[in-house]
């Protein structure tokens, strides 16, 4: 992988956790400087090797069909940083308080830290962690810190043949690549019938290639690795065809009890995005190569940002800092400024985005304006909190993620006076200058969503009948993973360019299963008594108000939904998921169309 492997514990002080005794008996500056740079390399470890074993766990349980563990060990390895940085964080400021509040001797202590990872495959997502620890240090300092990685000095060695295997072309694919391509992830389980599953394969390969008039096929390259979420395994590659044009080849894979098969072959760009979806928990990917890894992935999805491509397969740090490196790439290079987003004004964030950014970013007010429709507000925090939590839960491709930044430093210039203006009067509590430089608490960044009634305004009547018809199954997905949506306007939820709708305002989420549902469907018209449920706490939902509540003024549109998804207009069909909920069941969840299925 590198000169050096990826990095141990090592010393018998990181066991015993020995390094805040050292430190207080260390003589000198530069032996406390140094001792502090290894123990947070040596943290470092602990977290890069357990985030590494953790896809070869996602394997075992997807061969044990034990879904459960696979949901846990999602939460597991998005929990594992932050817990790590702060622990190390609240010990670093109690053994080495000196660190903390002197800048001069916290960048000895990260300059002896960078040469120590200097040449490592891994320096980047080594040095994000440490910048991670500063951040968490001078949190309540407000000390900000910029969002940058270094790739090490070195040139970066060619893997290609520890990413991907090559496979030979010809007309068509055939039975028996396809038997060694099923190969590839090394199941202890072994499949229903490999046999069969492979010439099904290269006979639906074959078939949706010459539905397109594609040219023959020069050569498949697929990734040496299993990708595992939830209930499913996956083998991604791609297909080169003799004119050097790339299409994505994924082969879908679910186990029963009688044994492992082939459930879908995806061989289209949008059947490729939405599988890595940032909508979708991250995969599991039994291959350490991240960038190399990413880069593939990209061929084969050059519309999708570099840095969320990171993200998809489980670097949420190192895309982090891609993420932001490509917003000041793009408003660098096109002169363009962010101001206030497309779309109506949200009473609880500001949303604002540049042009032609892949992104929307939004900011938390300090209080909600006139129009806020739930009584007290909770304050920032609270709402954090829930955009927090959907980065952190299975969002069953309904949800978009959120990359939350903490601390951040941009430039004034990126920014239209007015935004500016309105930033500094109504979340004054969050942002503020500081010379030539916008400092922000909190920033959050979406994938970059067209509004479902500004799609609508000049959606085609087929598109528009999409999206609806989506919009239902994004209610359903949603409450699938345990999330309400209190606040069901249409508004709320964004349109991709593959016309997928996602929820992507989360001030008003709630957990689903604490939800009471009611109805008023049994009452007596002119009855004038309040309803009993008018007098319960917590949150109240009546199913036969969904329709009024998405505001969709097209009543053609509005008989669609009713048509196709009636049954989120009743009770029964709520109630129901509460059970399964409550029951501890993890919801299978559609996220490729029925017609990709082999069966």
């Keep these: ?93 109690e053994t080495f308080p000196q660190a903390v509040k002197d800048a001069e001797l916290w960048n000895e202590v990260e300059e002896g ?19 991670s620890v500063k951040r968490k240090i001078h949190q309540g300092e407000w000390e900000p810190v910029e969002y940058s990685f270094r790739r090490a000095d070195d040139a970066i060695a060619d893997y290609s043949g520890e990413i991907y295997r090559r496979y030979p072309g010809a007309a068509a694919a055939s039975r028996e690549t396809i038997l060694d391509i099923l190969d590839i992830p090394g199941f202890s389980t072994p499949y229903r019938n490999r046999s069969r599953d492979a010439a099904l394969v290269a006979q639906r390969l074959s078939e949706e290639l010459a539905q397109r008039s594609a040219p023959a096929i020069n050569r498949l390259e697929m990734i040496n690795a299993g990708f595992y979420r939830n209930r499913g395994g996956y083998i991604v590659g791609r297909v080169v065809m003799e004119d050097k044009s790339v299409t994505p080849f994924i082969i879908a894979l679910l186990n029963d009890q009688d044994g492992i098969y082939v459930d879908a072959v995806l061989s289209s760009e949008a059947d490729a995005h939405n599988i890595f979806s940032s909508t979708l928990a991250n995969f599991h990917v039994t291959n350490n190569h991240y960038h190399e ?4 992935l990209q061929s084969i999805m050059p519309k999708r940002p570099l840095g969320l491509h990171y993200s998809t397969i489980g670097f949420n740090h190192v895309g982090k800092v891609a993420v932001m490196n490509e917003l000041r790439d793009e408003l660098i290079s096109s002169n363009d400024v962010l101001d206030t987003a497309v779309g109506f004004r949200g009473t609880v964030a500001i949303g604002f985005s540049a042009p032609n950014s892949a992104y929307n970013l939004k900011v938390i007010r ?44 941009l430039d004034r210039s990126w920014f239209a006076p007015a935004l500016l203006d309105e930033l500094l009067v109504e979340a004054s509590e969050t942002v503020s200058l500081r010379g030539d430089a916008v400092i922000l608490k909190y920033l959050i960044v979406q994938r970059r969503m067209t509004p479902l009634p500004v799609f609508l305004e000049t959606a085609t009547q087929s598109e528009a009948e999409t999206a609806i018809i989506n919009l239902g199954d994004c209610i359903k997905n949603n409450a699938a993973a345990n999330i309400f949506n209190k606040d069901l306007d ?56 969904i329709e009024a509540g998405l505001m969709i003024p097209n009543r053609q549109l509005r008989r669609l939904f009713r048509d196709v998804h009636g049954d989120l207009l009743t009770t029964d069909y709520w109630q129901n998921i509460q059970d399964d909920l409550r029951a501890g069941k993890v919801p299978s969840v559609r996220i490729y169309p029925k017609n990709k299925e082999l069966r």
């Design 366 to 409: 300090d209080k909600p304006t006139a129009n806020y429709k739930w009584g007290t507000f909770d304050g920032i925090e609270s709402v954090m909190g829930k955009y927090g939590q959907v980065h952190e839960i299975n969002r069953t491709g309904s949800m978009l993620d959120n990359i939350i930044y903490y601390n951040l430093k």
């Design 490 to 545: 249409a508004r709320n939820y964004g349109v991709s360019r593959f016309i997928k709708i996602y929820l992507f305002d989360y001030d008003a989420l709630e957990p689903f299963t604490d939800v009471k549902i009611r109805s008023n469907e049994d009452r007596i018209d002119g009855e004038e008594e309040p309803p009993d449920w008018y007098f319960e706490d917590g949150v109240i939902f009546l199913p036969e108000e």
């Design 113 to 131: 830290f960078l040469r120590i990872i200097h040449g490592r495959y891994e320096a980047d997502l080594a040095f994000a962690f440490i910048n």
């Design 1 to 93: 992988m590198s000169d050096r492997a990826p990095v141990e514990m090592q010393s018998a002080a990181t066991q015993a956790g020995d390094y805040p005794r050292m430190i207080a008996e260390a003589k000198s500056r530069s032996d406390k400087v140094a001792l502090t740079a290894d123990w947070i390399l040596q943290e470092f470890a602990a977290y890069y090797s357990e985030s590494r074993h953790i896809p070869e766990l996602a394997k075992q349980a997807f061969e044990e069909r034990d879904h459960a563990t696979s949901l846990a060990l999602s939460k597991r390895r998005l929990a594992l940083y932050s817990f790590g940085i702060s622990e190390l964080g609240l010990r670093l400021r």
């Design 293 to 296: 890894l990413s880069e593939f």
